[in-house]
């Protein structure tokens, strides 16, 4: 059973370019979670989605960023115009329905380079 | 505020003895903790959780204490290993509000 699949692993941009960070979630699983780590720090939640829905965008940024889950396909997280303050470790989780924003299983993250 | 944080940012003990990380949390609102190991380069972990209606839960080689009187939050890993060095993230949700982490602490077991 594959766990959270993220790509790409890496990711480099220049400023005011766009970053797509994508997110498989775990077979079953049908609630995705978006979480940044700065270096040395926790991880930060932005935002909550099952499948069509955004459930809780709280942390997201009011600009520039937007996050979706189709129907089919991964979760995507978008960056527009990015600055260098967008560079961090983005990671995404997923849950099943029985243990939302409980036991999370996280991706092994995209590291998002601003240069 | 609210907040989740951790009393010790490092802590270094020898192979095989035991290791507590503790955690502090402000909101009595808290339902739920849960315990993640990050490795360098990878994303966290899941160790152990605990319902707020406990006050402990045994694992694997991990013990995890809830005491609600004074807010706080403690990991117990026995017979540390090498294998354990990592960083260590508790985290905790109220029914209204998502998981939210501590800044960790850098676990480092000497030989």
């Known amino acids: 059973n594959a766990g959270v699949m993220q790509n790409p692993r890496h990711l480099v941009r220049r400023r005011g370019q766009e970053a797509r960070l994508r997110c498989s979630p775990m077979?079953?699983?049908?609630?995705v979670y978006w979480y940044r780590q700065l270096p040395e720090e926790g991880l930060k939640f932005m935002v909550y989605?099952?499948?069509?829905?955004?459930?809780?965008e709280s942390g997201m940024p009011k600009e520039r960023f937007s996050a979706e889950f189709p129907k089919e396909g991964p979760s995507i997280l978008r960056i527009q115009q990015v600055v260098r303050g967008d560079s961090a470790a983005y990671f995404c989780?997923?849950?099943?329905?029985?243990?939302?924003?409980?036991?999370?299983?996280f991706g092994s993250g995209t590291q998002l380079s601003v240069l | 505020g609210e907040s989740v944080g951790l009393h010790l940012p490092t802590l270094s003990v020898q192979e095989g003895d035991n290791s507590i990380i503790n955690c502090a949390y402000s909101?009595?609102?808290?339902?739920?903790f849960i315990w993640y190991k990050q490795e360098s380069g990878k994303g966290p972990q899941f160790i152990i959780d605990?319902?707020?209606?406990?006050d402990k839960r045994q694992g694997q080689r991990v013990t995890v204490l809830l005491n609600k009187t004074v807010k706080h939050l403690s990991l117990q890993i026995a017979a540390t290993q090498p294998g354990d060095s990592a960083v260590y993230f508790c985290?905790?949700?109220?029914?209204?509000?998502?998981?939210?982490f501590g800044s960790g602490t850098q676990l480092t077991v000497l030989p």
């Open positions: 989780a997923s849950s099943p329905p029985d243990r939302a924003r409980e036991k999370l299983f």
């Open positions: 077979k079953g699983h049908s609630h």
């Open positions: 989605l099952q499948k069509e829905n955004i459930i809780d």
């Open positions: 909101n009595s609102a808290s339902d739920y």
């Open positions: 605990i319902r707020s209606n406990m």
């Open positions: 985290a905790e949700k109220t029914k209204a509000r998502q998981l939210t």
